[in-house]
C-alpha cells in the first residue's frame, strides 16, 4: 500500500462523503431542485424579445391609409392595440400609468400627406423604462412602415418607388432564426446550474470538516490530500452527471431546444468545465472557517458571473475591461462552446480555443486546491 | 526507548507563545498525564507530538519517528482522540467505525469486534449526533484504538462525562496499559491525575513540573497547616496576605493553610490560632494544592 495513495482509503471517503449527501435531504433535494426550477423559470418565462405588447392608438381619422398602417403595425405581432383613444393626453396616462408599452399617433392630416406625396409622419412613443421591450418592437417598424403605404398607393406609385430602392439589405438570422431567447438560454443556463451547485457544494463539504471538527481528526487519520480532495470531488461529479442529464433531456423534449452539434463533443466538453468548478469550489472552501463563508465566497463569484459571462447580457456589448474581467470566468469559456455546438454545430476545431481555456483553468485550480490544503492544522 | 521524547518545542500563534520550550519524555507502557489550566498549551503540544501542528523551534521523536518529518508514519501508530467528539454526527456508530476501519486498511473483522465490545448491537445504526455524552466518548475511543495504536493521545478525553463513565473509561485505559499501550493524557480532574504514573504540569505553555504524584508534591516543597474549629471563617480572613501565606482555601468544616516558607507560614498559623482559638495541626500537602499554587505563581510571571 503506498503512503500517499491508496484505492482502499479513496473508496473509505467516497463512501462516506456519499452516506453524508444522502443524509442532508435539503442539500439533495437543491441539488435536483435548482436546475428543475431554474429551468422551467429561464425556459418558459423569460423572454428577451416580448411580442403582443399592449399598445394604444390616438387616431380621429378612419381612412384607408390609417387603417393599412394600423394593420400591418399589428401583423408584427409586437404590437396589441388594447386602447383606440382620440386625445394624446389620454394616451400619455396610459403609458405612465403602464397599462400600454406603445402610444401610436396618425395625425389627422395623415392620409392628405400621403396622396401629395408630402412626408406622412406617424409617432410612435415606447416606454423604453425597460431598453428591451422595446427594441424589437421599434426595429421592425420602419420596413413595415413603407410596404403598408406602398400597398396603399396606386400601382404606377408603386413602380416608381421601387425603381428608387437601389440598395437592399438582407439580414439572415443564423442558427436561431426565429430569435427565440430560450435557444440563447438554455444551453447557458446548463453552465449557470452547474456553476451554482457544483461550486458550492464541494466548498460547503470540505469547510463542513473544518466547522464542524471533524478536520482535525481526518488528518490526524492516515489519509493523504490528494485521497481526501479525490474523495469529496467524485461524488459531486456524479451529482454533476445527473444535473447535465436532467437539463439536456428537458431541453430536448420540454423545450425544443434544437441540437445541432456533436453530443460526444459536448460531453467531454462539460466534464471539463464540472471538474474545474469542483475544483475551483474546493480551492475555496481552503480560506473559509464556516460554511457560511463559503456560501459567501461562493456568491460573490456567483452573481458577477451571471453578468460578465455573457449568460444574461452580450458579451460583446461590455466595455473592453469588463470583457477581460469576463474571461476569467470558467462560465464564460463554456457559454462559448454550449452555444457553438448545441446550436451552431461547431467541431472540436470550432471550440478549441475556449476548451483549452477550461483546461487551463483546471490545472490552475488543481494546483492552487493542493498547494493550499491544510495537511496540518497549522 | 521512550514512545514519546521532545526536547525545546515552541509553537507560535502570530506573536503569541502557545508552547514555550517544552520538553518532556513518556515512557512505553506509561500512563502519563497532562496537566494545566485552560489555554495552558496542552492541546497545541499534543498536536504537535501527532504531527498535526509543525512545530516553530525544538526536536522531537513519537514512537521513534520524527515529529517534523515522518508526521504519516506517526499518524498511522498513534491514536489521537480530540478534545470535541470529531467523529461524523451525520453517519452511524458502525458507519464511522467502517470508515475508520477503512482509512487505516483494517480487517472488516475489527469494525465487528469493536462494535461487540460497544455493546448493544440495536445502537450500532444510531446517528453518532444523536449519542449521549458517554457514548460518544466511547465511540471516539473505541475508533481511536481500532487500529491498535502503540501511542494513545487523550486530550481532555472525560470532559461532559458522568463520574461512572469516567471510571470505567479509566478501568479501561489501565488495562491498555498493562497490554503495553502508553498513554499520554491531558486532564483538569486531580482524581484523574492521581491515577496516571507520572504527570507533567503546563502553564502559560510552560512545563513547571514533572514526576509521580508524590515527586511532584515533594518537589513543590509546601508547607501545609489544618485549621478545625468554630471560627475559621475569621482565621481565614485574617490569614490573608499575611507573611508566608499563599493560600487559604476551607475545605468543609476544616481551612487549608499552604504556604512555601514553611518557617513563615507556622508563625502566621500560630498567631492566627491564638487570636481566634481555632485548633492547628500539620497536614499533607495535596496534589491540588500544588497545582493551586503553580497557577497563582505561573499568574504572577504573566503580570
Known sequence: MSAMFSFRRLMAIISKESIQMRRDRITFAMVLGVPLIQLVLFGFAINNDPKGLPAALVTTSQDHYTRAMVSAIENTGYYRFDHVVASAAVAERLIQSGAVSFVVTVPSDFARRVQRGDHPQILIEADATDPSVASGAISTLGTVAAQALLRGQSAEALAAEQSTAALEVVVHRLYNPEGITQYNIVPGLLGVILQLTMVMMTSMALTRETERGTMENLLAMPASPLEIMLGKVLPFLVIGGVQVVAVLTAAKFLLNVPFVGSLTLLLVSIFIFVLALVLLGYAFSTPARTQIQAMQLTFFFFLPSLLLTGFMFPYRGMPDWAQVLGEIFPLTHFLRIIRAVMLKGADLQGVATPLAALMIFVAVFTLLALMRFPRTLD | ?303
Open chain 2, 1 to 303: 526507548m521512550n514512545a514519546i521524547e521532545v526536547s525545546g518545542l515552541v509553537k507560535r500563534f502570530g506573536d503569541k507563545t502557545v508552547v514555550d520550550h517544552v520538553s518532556m519524555s513518556v515512557a512505553e507502557g506509561e500512563i502519563s498525564g497532562f496537566l494545566g489550566p485552560n489555554g495552558s498549551g496542552k492541546t497545541t503540544t499534543i498536536r504537535v507530538m501527532c504531527g498535526l501542528l509543525t512545530p516553530d523551534e525544538g526536536e522531537g521523536r513519537v514512537l521513534d519517528h520524527d515529529i517534523r518529518s515522518e508526521g504519516l508514519r506517526i499518524k498511522r501508530e498513534v491514536g489521537y482522540m480530540t478534545q470535541k467528539f470529531s467523529f461524523y454526527e451525520d453517519l452511524s456508530i458502525e458507519e464511522n467505525l467502517t470508515f475508520v476501519a477503512r482509512l487505516y486498511d483494517l480487517d472488516p473483522v475489527s469494525v465487528r469486534d469493536t462494535l461487540e465490545d460497544l455493546g448493544p448491537t440495536s445502537r450500532r445504526k444510531q446517528l453518532a449526533g444523536t449519542l449521549s455524552g458517554g457514548w460518544k466518548q466511547r465511540l471516539a475511543l473505541a475508533a481511536c484504538i481500532m487500529h491498535r495504536p502503540k501511542l494513545l493521545l487523550l486530550d481532555e478525553p472525560t470532559a461532559g462525562v458522568d463520574p461512572k463513565a469516567r471510571r470505567e473509561f479509566w478501568d479501561e485505559i489501565h488495562m491498555r496499559a498493562s497490554a503495553g499501550l502508553t498513554v499520554l493524557v491531558s486532564t483538569h480532574y486531580m482524581d484523574e491525575a492521581e491515577r496516571c504514573h507520572r504527570i507533567h504540569y503546563i502553564s502559560y505553555g510552560k512545563l513547571l513540573a514533572s514526576g509521580s504524584v508524590a515527586e511532584v508534591i515533594r518537589d513543590a516543597a509546601l508547607t501545609t497547616f489544618v485549621m478545625e474549629g468554630d471560627d475559621i471563617t475569621r482565621a481565614a480572613k485574617l490569614l490573608q496576605g499575611r507573611n508566608g501565606v499563599d493560600q487559604v482555601a476551607p475545605f468543609g468544616l476544616t481551612l487549608h493553610v499552604v504556604g512555601r516558607d514553611g518557617v513563615a507560614l507556622e508563625a502566621a498559623v500560630a498567631d492566627v490560632a491564638a487570636e481566634t482559638g481555632v485548633a492547628y495541626k500539620q497536614g499533607s500537602t495535596s496534589l491540588e494544592d500544588v497545582f493551586i499554587q503553580f497557577m497563582g505563581q505561573s499568574t504572577d510571571n504573566m503580570a
